[in-house]
């Protein structure tokens, strides 16, 4: 069974820095990606970062371009968001996903929380 155990979250000020880690367990996958998800409570869950299978590749929203960073440790077991210049409107629940690109199966983690205090 697959799982994705979130770390990393936590209360920080506005911008301050943090790192999270997702890490993977259970099987492996050809071909996948790794994607960080954010959601606020009301909102829905939006779209941060993701990384390629072979780590070649990766792409931001807009809104975090140039202050977040995904990679992947070399292992291809876990995969890392460090997040820079922190803003309150960081503030949300974090969520890891995996999507197996060869049958499009996803996978998610239960999510960690960020806080950015003004």
């Known amino acids: 069974q697959v799982q994705l155990v979130e770390s990393g979250g936590g209360l920080v000020q506005a911008g301050g820095s943090l790192r999270l880690s997702c890490a993977t367990s259970?099987?492996?996958?050809?071909?996948?990606?790794m994607t960080w998800f954010r959601q606020v409570p009301g909102k829905e869950r939006e779209f941060v970062a993701t990384?390629?299978?072979?780590?070649?590749?990766?792409y931001y929203a807009d809104s975090v371009k140039g202050r977040f960073t995904i990679s992947r440790d070399s292992a291809k077991t876990t995969v890392y968001l460090q997040m820079n210049s922190l803003k309150p409107e960081d503030t949300a629940v974090y969520y890891c996903?995996?999507?197996?690109?060869?049958?499009?199966?996803?996978?998610w983690g239960k999510g960690t929380l960020v806080t950015v205090s003004a």
């Open positions: 996903n995996l999507r197996d690109l060869a049958n499009g199966m996803a996978y």
């Open positions: 990384i390629s299978w072979n780590g070649g590749a990766t």
């Open positions: 259970g099987r492996t996958f050809s071909s996948y990606a």
